[in-house]
């Protein structure tokens, strides 16, 4: 007996600012990447499957993206692993190397 199948695995890669296609809003935007594995016998072994989407936080609204409008996305707007350029909230401030973050 032969055990197949898949599994998707979602990662988040930014947090982007941009403009809402569905609410026109100027909203936050989770730019996910899916990837869809063939398993044997519950074993990943290669993708057959990745689709690019983003999400509106304020509405909801998915939309799907091509991997060139992702890869933009990222250079754009933040490729630093789920915390993106966009806002500005929550992120570290500007800082020399050798210098204090704490000093003025």
């Not at 941009?18 to 072994?45: E, Y």
């Amino acid at each position: 007996m032969i055990i197949f199948g898949s599994k998707s695995y979602l990662y988040q890669l930014a947090m982007l600012t941009l403009a809402c296609g569905r609410c026109g809003n100027p909203a936050a935007h989770t730019l996910k990447k899916r990837v869809s594995k063939f398993t044997l016998f519950f074993v990943p072994l290669f993708p057959f499957s990745t689709k690019y989407t983003t999400q509106c936080t304020f509405c909801g609204a998915e939309q799907q993206v091509s991997q060139e409008q992702a890869e933009q996305l990222l250079a754009q707007g933040g490729g630093q692993g789920g915390q993106g350029h966009g806002s500005g909230y929550g992120q570290a401030p500007q800082q020399h190397p050798g210098q204090n973050p704490y000093q003025r």
